[in-house]
């Protein structure tokens, strides 16, 4: 896009790395954020995302006059309802001229003029103030505008088969914070075990999608959530049980421990680990299960703690194929898919793979920025380049966004990446396969440890 001159208060059109074009207003920033360096940028607000993000003047161009040709490339509901906002507005804001038009007070017409603009020019959302919201759900959300939307019976009833192979299949979610409003939650009692970085947004999705939770380890953050005293109590209580505990010990302990998992379980209750751990540890805590007359599921989620709050995480699921199914509402509620991969150990294994080659990605990108700081180039533009060419993605860009403001806090805690290379390095040596780029990344990782 060509850069266009603009002002406050103009409806454009605002493009985002790769992502399509999407309608928004320039609006006044809040005060205490800090504005991009370099080029000229606009503050803009998305209609129908509740998303706000600094654009560069190039990636903008005016609403009205590209209005026709951004509507034939870019279809999808959430498109759609973006563009009825924005002319919904439009037409307001006529009758509001037509009204001030015929004041007799030229004074008063302008200062409600003045007024309805300022509503509009900024106002927190239900998710908070804008240091809390972050700004790269919405490119998420640009990456499925192609995909049609669909009903959850739909997706219950029509399984894709995505490799045979393999025996996985997969549940196309499309948007699910688009879908929720059409989410048939289950009747079934849902209990949580483990409300951390990730746990917290997990939980939450499945409050607003109507499910019964009651949850162990977690008061703050877990609002209209029943509070179990333990997770044998949970357990026994709820007819489906999920836990997300940070490692393989920590996983285990919640099972094998005192007033644990197994003191609960009995005939016909489920249990559902959404930890990230190794196969064996899976398998052995599968096998304790289901010989108390459990039902168990691994389902290890792909993503980090924005995708969880915006219930966009990726499920791969391995285990009982029945309780998959009966999970369908829960998985809907806090994923954007879920995959399905056969018997308990399949999905953990997948699970390193993918986080071993995140973690080997994240280390190449930083080890980009220090050698282009350190010979005299532009670390933005560098970024730029990354971000414009074949190696694009949602991932890169939302690193570059932070990077490039100076924002540190985790999305994904160190010692976990390091803790999930150190595990897939291990299931390449169990079946003799080098992993020598995971191995150099993990060193990466154990020296930043070290370094706290």
């Given at each position: ?396 860009y939302q690193k570059y966004q932070n990077i490039l403001q ?47």
């Amino acid at each position: 896009m060509a850069p266009v001159s603009l002002q406050l208060g103009d409806l454009v059109w605002g493009r985002l790395g790769p992502y399509p074009p999407w309608p928004g207003k320039i609006i006044p920033p809040p005060e205490e954020l800090e504005k991009p360096r370099g080029k000229k940028w606009y503050f803009v607000k998305f209609f129908g995302v509740e998303d706000h993000a600094w654009i560069e003047s190039g990636q903008l161009k005016p609403y009205l006059a590209y209005k026709e040709e951004m509507i034939k490339k870019t279809k999808g509901k959430r498109f759609q309802r973006a563009v009825e906002a924005v002319e919904e507005l439009l037409g307001t804001d006529k009758k509001k001229d037509q009204t001030l038009c015929h004041s007799s007070d030229p004074e008063s017409a302008t200062m409600n003029g003045m007024t309805a603009m300022a509503a509009f020019e900024w106002q927190p959302t239900a998710s908070g103030p804008l240091k809390d919201i972050d700004p790269h759900f919405h490119h998420f959300l640009l990456s499925q505008t192609g995909k049609p939307a669909i009903s959850s019976q739909t997706i219950i009833k029509k399984l894709k088969v995505c490799g045979e192979d393999t025996g996985s299949t997969s549940t196309q979610a499309a948007d699910s914070t688009a879908m929720n409003g059409s989410i048939a939650p289950t009747h079934k009692k849902i209990g949580f075990l483990g409300v951390g970085l990730m746990g917290s947004g997990i939980i939450s999705n499945l409050l607003k999608t109507g499910h019964v939770v009651t949850v162990w380890n977690g008061t703050a953050v877990t609002e209209g959530a029943r509070l179990g005293r333990t997770p044998a109590e949970v357990v026994s209580t709820c007819d489906i049980t999920f836990a997300c505990m940070p490692d393989p010990k920590t996983a285990q302990d919640v099972v094998l421990g005192p007033r644990g998992v197994l003191q609960g379980i009995r005939s016909g209750k489920c249990y559902v680990d959404l930890s990230t751990t190794d196969a064996d540890t899976v398998t052995e805590l599968a096998q304790l299960i289901v010989s108390r007359g459990g039902r168990f599921l691994e389902a290890p989620v792909s993503g980090n703690q924005q995708q969880a709050n915006d219930g966009m995480l990726v499920i791969l699921a391995a285990g009982d194929r029945d309780l998959y199914e009966d999970c369908s509402s829960c998985f809907q509620a806090i994923g954007k898919t879920s995959f399905f991969l056969g018997e308990v150990g399949n999905a953990a294994k997948m699970m390193l793979i993918v986080n071993m080659v995140q973690g080997s990605f994240m280390a190449t990108i930083a080890e980009g920025l220090s050698l282009a700081q350190e010979t005299g180039q532009s670390q933005q533009t560098f970024l730029d380049i990354l971000n414009q060419g074949p190696l694009a993605s949602i991932f890169l860009y939302q690193k570059y966004q932070n990077i490039l403001q100076g924002n540190v806090e985790p999305d994904f805690y160190l010692k976990y990446i390091q803790k999930d290379l150190r595990l897939a390095i291990a299931l390449g040596s169990a079946v003799n396969h080098p992993t020598p780029m995971a191995a150099a990344a993990n060193e990466v990782y154990k020296r930043a440890k070290a370094l706290d």
